[in-house]
């Protein structure tokens, strides 16, 4: 009996997942603000109670998956949430959010060393919690951040895992210079280059007087596990450039990471898996017959297209399928731990993340852990302790701007369908392309651009309180901390692609290794006096700051094929 009884739950089980999958379908639809109409751009929709969601396009619509009886999440900062439930043949849906008033007793960071509330910040200051940030299902910091904050502009810089994106929150202040605003995490000024990786020595796509990195690389805030911060803080007005100097020219972004709190220790772990697929194919043409392909390419590329008998094959080979139909599978692992006493409080995580690309041989991977204590002496003494290590790797491809044809993306666009590139008996052997310089699947299988990197981050705070009255305070507030990454990237071309074959010494090699270290010290003088119908607050303090930054970049050709450094 109790075997049958298992044998008709699995059927039942079986059955109940079979109806649901036919049930799925392809959710569209638009987002608006109800006053105005405007599009929504970078508006978060995701399928509640799942990693499942996308963000709305230029022209404010969406597209993704969803199953009947699913619940959509509209999200925009500034704006209500709304929810809708998908029902049975629901047409393309039209969204409009309301505006939503800000709460205006949130306590806010308006600079190195003070707080206030947010209806009393004399600057333009938003706010996103950390919840908010692991709602959509991003990958990186950076990228989480899209969405989330009125009139914050965030490109990607590349389709590839982990990449890299470009954020603007102020507007163009340059035609040539960088736009990216300052990072703040917990009070101390971190780094947040795009290295360049080098590929664009080979393909190259350096651009003159473009602010987008042309290598694909990863903004090192990128780093930053999304799951350990609190709230995130942007500040856009000039009184931002006042606090931190020209370098926030281009805006504030103040991270302050999850701290401890007293009571019984509280353990999280959350386990998350999807995929990434390509949404839709550019297409090709087809070729019916040899004088279609003679009259687009000649007679000797079409006499390709035919069979050992010399009739016309009828081949049709769907080289975007081949080259981008990757299963991009994604694993990600976090482990936390919060807890404390009276005196002392501890906050520690872990991520593990492994994602693959919808390309051969490209993925992420990151390993990172953070440990942030904080210890009172007295009632007058506070010392805080935050560290952080990250080790990330990354396998690019090459994917981005190209003006050597290497690109894959530009090559099977020359590249017609009833030609065979494929390596037709899995050696990793493939014939050149007739019609490009480059055969865009053996470019893939045996190009190497990679990425590794090693950060740590630390910080320190003191707080000691030098006298407290009814209506008065002073406080001394010390902040230093450090930013140190090792970067080093590997770009490889073997001899033997076709890519190489018009070269005087074929098979090239970059190798890029990059150090920084930021240093920072802050000493300050905080008094606050409260007075009838009035609160004021003045500090004075000074910065102390340190850069050091060094790379170095290698570039050799006449390559030996198993030599793959210089």
């Known amino acids: 009996m109790k075997i049958n009884i298992r044998l008709a739950f699995l059927v039942i089980c079986t059955l109940g997942f079979q109806i649901m999958v036919a049930q799925s379908s392809k959710i569209a639809g638009t987002i608006e603000d109800a006053e105005t109409g405007d599009p929504l751009i970078g508006a978060q929709v995701f399928v509640k109670g799942t990693f499942v969601g996308t963000t709305t396009d230029d022209k404010g619509t969406f597209s993704l998956e969803a199953s009947t009886s699913d619940v959509l999440v509209v999200a925009y900062i500034g704006y209500k949430t709304q929810e809708k439930t998908i029902t049975p043949g629901m047409g393309p849906l039209s969204v409009d959010l309301e505006a939503d008033v800000l709460r205006q007793d949130a306590v806010v960071v308006t600079g190195l060393a003070t707080t206030v509330k947010r209806r009393n910040a004399a600057n333009a200051v938003a706010v996103v919690s950390g919840d908010d940030l692991v709602n959509a299902p991003t990958q990186t910091l950076d990228q989480a951040l899209s969405g989330q904050f009125a009139g914050v502009n965030i490109r990607r810089n590349t389709g590839a895992p982990g990449g890299g994106v470009n954020v603007n929150l102020r507007g163009s202040s340059t035609l040539t210079g960088s736009t990216q605003p300052l990072y703040v995490i917990d009070g101390v000024i971190v780094n947040n280059d795009a290295n360049q990786s080098g590929v664009d020595v080979v393909t190259k796509s350096t651009g003159a007087g473009s602010e987008r990195p042309q290598g694909q690389p990863t903004n090192r805030i990128g780093d930053i596990n999304p799951n350990d911060i609190e709230s995130i803080e942007v500040l856009k007005g000039a009184s931002a450039a006042a606090i931190y100097g020209a370098k926030a020219s281009n805006g504030v972004i103040i991270i302050n990471t999850k701290r401890g709190r007293g009571g019984k220790t509280q353990f999280n772990f959350s386990s998350r898996t999807g995929s990434s697929a390509l949404l839709k194919k550019m297409g090709h043409r087809v070729f019916g017959n040899y004088d279609e392909a003679e009259e687009q390419y000649g007679a000797d590329i079409a006499s390709l297209g035919n069979d050992a008998s010399g009739n016309w094959a ?20 976090t482990l936390s731990a919060i807890g404390g006493n009276e005196r002392t409080q501890f906050y520690i995580g872990g991520q593990y993340m492994d994602e693959g690309g919808i390309i051969k041989n490209t993925g992420y991977k990151k390993l990172s852990g953070r440990i942030n204590v904080s210890h009172r002496f007295s009632e007058k003494a506070k010392l805080s302790v935050a560290t952080n290590l990250i080790r990330s790797e990354a396998d690019r491809g090459v994917t981005g701007n190209d003006n050597t044809n290497m690109t894959y993306g530009f090559s099977i666009g020359f590249t017609p369908s009833f030609i065979d590139i494929r390596d037709t008996d899995g050696d990793g052997v493939f ?58 990237n590997e770009v490889f071309i073997p001899p033997f692609l076709q890519i190489e074959e018009s070269n005087d010494e074929p098979g090239q090699s970059v190798m890029t290794t990059t150090d920084n270290l930021n240093t920072n010290l802050s000493l300050n003088l905080v008094h606050k006096l409260k007075m009838p119908g009035m609160n004021f607050n003045t500090t004075a303090g000074l910065q102390y700051e340190t850069y050091d930054w060094n790379s170095v970049f290698v570039h050799a050709t006449g390559m030996i094929p198993t030599q793959t450094n210089v």
Do not use: C, W
């Open 314 to 333: 009828g081949n049709d080979f769907d080289y975007e399928e081949i080259l981008y139909g990757e299963n991009g599978k994604l694993i990600e692992h």
């Open 431 to 488: 014939p050149d392309n007739p019609t490009n310089p480059s055969n865009p699947l053996e470019t893939a299988e045996h190009f190497v651009n990679n990425e590794l990197t090693h950060r740590a981050l630390g910080s320190m705070t003191f707080d000691y309180n030098l006298f407290k009255q009814a209506n008065q305070s002073l406080n001394f507030l010390g902040v230093g901390g450090a930013d140190f990454y090792n970067q080093e």
